[in-house]
């Protein structure tokens, strides 16, 4: 069974940082495309980034192009969010993804709330 779990979410004062991971497991990790989404409060959920499965390449939603950086470490299945310069607009729930051709797979996700 697939299971990714982020985990780094919390509570930041605007202009602070943040790194979320996200753990996986039950999956090829490095067969897998990575993406985080976020949902804000009444809000549909949003691309914010993506991964290729080797980590040779990224793609950034405009909205957080420069600010934040995505990584992944297919040693340790993992992938990481660091995330700079936050604004009160970035607070959502983060969530993990998982993309292959015969699949995806979502996280629970972790709550970013960025407020002074």
């Known amino acids: 069974q697939v299971h990714l779990v982020e985990s780094g979410g919390g509570l930041v004062q605007p202009g602070g940082s943040l790194r979320l991971s996200c753990a996986a497991s039950?999956?090829?990790?490095?067969?897998?495309?990575m993406n985080w989404y976020r949902q804000a409060p009444g809000k549909d959920r949003e691309f914010v980034v993506t991964?290729?499965?080797?980590?040779?390449?990224?793609a950034y939603a405009d909205a957080v192009n420069g600010q934040f950086t995505i990584s992944r470490d297919n040693s340790k299945n993992t992938v990481s969010l660091q995330m700079n310069s936050l604004k009160p607009e970035d607070t959502a729930v983060y969530y993990c993804h998982a993309v292959r051709f015969d699949g995806i797979h979502w996280g629970q996700g972790t709550q970013v709330t960025v407020s002074s």
């Open positions: 991964i290729s499965s080797a980590g040779d390449s990224t």
């Open positions: 039950g999956l090829t990790f490095s067969t897998y495309g």
